[in-house]
């Protein structure tokens, strides 16, 4: 059976555990603990994403943005020791790679990396990466590697002569 009692399921708009099981109808608790009868014509119709077929295992990808002219290797073993340093992250597995450090892409106003690992149990997700998170803010201000703010040039082509700013200083 693709679905079971007590998997963590996606279907359309809807993510959240399988309570229940019955000939015209499956209910899914959400996180907010708000109960979905989705129709089983839906769960034969549409994709399923089902978190626990197999077994409960799952990758988190936490986004890092850092400033221009930050020491990428520097970040990158920090990140590595963050996730090595987490209990439910996978470190030496045959069927799942180790923690990686992707160097994304050179943003407008960052450097964006992400940290890419797998975790023990899928349905602590969000809980582990915001662990992460919090794990990683820490490390990098104690390193002194700064998150950046959004920045923009701003080019004056012509100003109004009556607002002033042509004008010296008062003394």
């Not at 399923?48 to 943005?65: E, K």
């Amino acid at each position: 059976r693709p679905i079971r009692t007590g998997d963590w399921i996606v279907v359309g708009g809807t993510e959240g555990y399988v309570r229940k099981i019955s000939i015209r109808s499956t209910q899914i608790e959400t996180f907010d603990r708000a109960d979905v009868i989705v129709p089983n014509s839906e769960l034969i119709s549409n994709q399923v994403t089902n978190w626990m077929l197999n077994d409960q295992w799952g990758r988190v990808t936490v986004p890092i943005g850092v400033a221009y002219g930050t020491d990428v290797e520097q970040l990158r073993e920090l990140l590595l020791r963050v996730a090595m340093d987490h209990p439910l992250v996978i470190k030496d597995s045959i069927r799942v790679g180790p923690p990686k450090v992707l160097f994304r892409s050179f943003g407008d106003s960052a450097l964006n990396f992400e940290l890419r690992c797998f975790i023990r149990l899928v349905d602590r997700r969000l809980d582990t990466q915001s662990e992460l998170n919090f794990a990683i803010e820490r490390a990098l201000r104690e390193a002194g590697i700064q998150i950046p703010f959004p920045q923009r040039d701003l080019h004056v082509r012509s100003v109004d002569p009556s607002i002033g700013l042509t004008r010296p200083p008062p003394e």
